[in-house]
């Protein structure tokens, strides 16, 4: 594939519900990270995927927030118990192998938004 | 812990004229900096970067920046302004891989360049 991708393009969901946000990264990059970004807002970092190393999850707002990702490819975003205030554009980003150890920049997928009701 | 800054919410520039979309940083030790551009319902796109070496450096469609240490800016410049260019405008840094920090990307607020025709 040319790009990041990511599924669904918008999703909207009641309050309560979970949700599950899919990403596929661009071929043959080791990196993935997902950062959320509220209306008019920049992004905040979320979560730090590298290789079979653990995740960084510092990011993650709260426990009701969790991701997975299959070796190097395919990554899903699981919010549970979703409130309002989890509405916002979800966005994933891979880079090339060594992530940002080597200077190497991000590349972005178009984002999920999101609209808890 | 890392932080950047962008100061101007909006800038708005005639188009042809000479634009500047500031950004100032703080990190520890030498900082990994970042220019990305968001179109209307588009993900990021990446602009350019500085790691090492010439503090001018030169990126996607006719953009450049300059890093100033002294300063601890790292201000996006394009010479003659194009409608087209009317976008939001994010600047990133992380600290160096040396300083055992996260590895994630800390974005500032975004600016909104409009190029007025």
């Known amino acids: 594939g040319a790009g990041v991708s990511q599924s669904p393009s918008n999703k909207v969901t009641e309050k309560g519900k979970d949700v599950e946000l899919r990403c596929d990264p661009i071929s043959g990059h080791t990196a993935l990270y997902w950062y959320r970004q509220r209306l008019g807002q920049g992004l905040e970092f979320l979560i730090y995927?590298?290789?079979?190393?653990?995740?960084?999850k510092s990011g993650l707002p709260s426990d009701r927030f969790s991701a997975e990702r299959t070796g190097e490819s395919v990554s899903t975003l699981t919010i549970q118990r979703t409130q309002q205030e989890d509405s916002a554009v979800y966005l994933c980003a891979s880079s090339g192998s060594g992530g940002l150890a080597g200077g190497n920049e991000q590349f972005f997928g178009p984002g999920t938004r999101l609209t808890v009701l | 812990a890392q932080s950047v800054a962008q100061p101007e919410d909006q800038v708005n520039v005639a188009e042809g004229n000479p634009l500047t979309v500031k950004c100032t940083y703080s990190v520890s030790g030498n900082p990994y900096l970042f220019w990305y551009v968001q179109y209307p319902n588009r993900g990021l796109q990446f602009l350019l970067k500085?790691?090492?070496?010439?503090?001018l450096v030169k990126g996607s469609y006719g953009f450049e920046a300059e890093f100033n240490k002294s300063q601890t800016s790292f201000h996006l410049k394009k010479p003659s302004a194009l409608v087209s260019d009317s976008a939001l405008y994010f600047c990133a840094v992380r600290d160096p891989p040396s300083s055992g920090s996260a590895r994630q990307l800390t974005f500032g607020s975004g600016t909104q360049l409009t190029v007025l025709p």
């Open positions: 995927f590298q290789g079979n190393s653990a995740p960084d």
């Open positions: 500085y790691i090492t070496g010439d503090n």
